[in-house]
T-cell receptor
Framework: DAGITQSPRHKVTETGTPVTLRCHQT?????MYWYRQDPGHGLRLIHYSYGVKDTDKGEVSDGYSVSRSKTEDFLLTLESATSSQTSVYFC??????????????FGPGTRLTVL | QKEVEQNSGPLSVPEGAIASLNCTYSDRGSQSFFWYRQYSGKSPELIMF????GDKEDGRFTAQLNKASQYVSLLIRDSQPSDSATYLCAVKGNNRLAFGKGNQVVVIP
């Protein structure tokens, strides 16, 4: 599992409330990613980080913000959740060094439902 | 044109047969290509990566890359019921991966 955990694993919230999802990794990887997965759309990149305090937008970043104050943690925040943000959210890391230098490995996912 | 396309619908194959999945991509400069397997309700799992033209074999899986034609394929030999899953093609560009929508494979015992 590449040492990646996500919390919470499941969450139900109401429209307009703030939500923060956490991704934690134990192997000191520089690159971390947040994706969402929806039927008919596949995996889409929300934001990614290439180091502490270094982040950039992906293809579906509107309505989301991220923070990375420590190498091991990458937080995804929905400032005011909407029903369109109901999805499964995956965190991923990019391996570095050795045989694996480009591959991404995924965490277990968070299922978020916005009512 | 979407960056990564997997156009085939669900694929049903008899146990022991070969499953063949195809993926095309639009960025001619792409250099790294990946296949992920995703079981229902689980996260994507990397099963193959390929960087050079030609074939790469790993157990019952073979990835094939043709950069001139901009396609990458995955063959699953001697398909088993445990291979029933959705297979995602991914192409690397600009520090990120672009994913296809996936192809569902159903292996029929």
């Amino acid at each position: 599992d590449a040492g990646i955990t996500q919390s919470p694993r499941h969450k139900v919230t109401e429209t307009g409330t703030p939500v923060t999802l956490r991704c934690h990794q134990t192997e000191n990887h520089r690159y971390m990613y947040w994706y969402r997965q929806d039927p008919g759309h596949g995996l889409r990149l929300i934001h990614y980080s290439y180091g502490v305090k270094d982040t950039d937008k992906g293809e579906v970043s509107d309505g989301y913000s991220v923070s990375r104050s420590k190498t091991e943690d990458f937080l995804l925040t929905l400032e005011s959740a909407t029903s369109s943000q109901t999805s499964v959210y995956f965190c991923a890391i990019k391996s570095s060094g050795g045989v694996s230098y480009n591959e991404q490995f995924f965490g277990p996912g968070t299922r978020l439902t916005v009512l | 044109q979407k960056e990564v396309e997997q156009n085939s619908g669900p694929l049903s194959v008899p146990e022991g047969a070969i499953a063949s999945l195809n993926c095309t991509y639009s960025d001619r400069g792409s250099q790294s290509f990946f296949w992920y397997r995703q079981y229902s309700g689980k996260s994507p799992e990397l099963i193959m990566f390929i960087y050079s033209n030609g074939d790469k074999e790993d157990g019952r899986f073979t990835a094939q890359l043709n950069k001139a034609s901009q396609y990458v394929s995955l063959l699953i030999r001697d398909s088993q019921p445990s291979d029933s899953a959705t297979y995602l093609c991914a192409v690397k560009g600009n520090n990120r991966l672009a994913f296809g929508k996936g192809n569902q494979v159903v292996v029929i015992p």
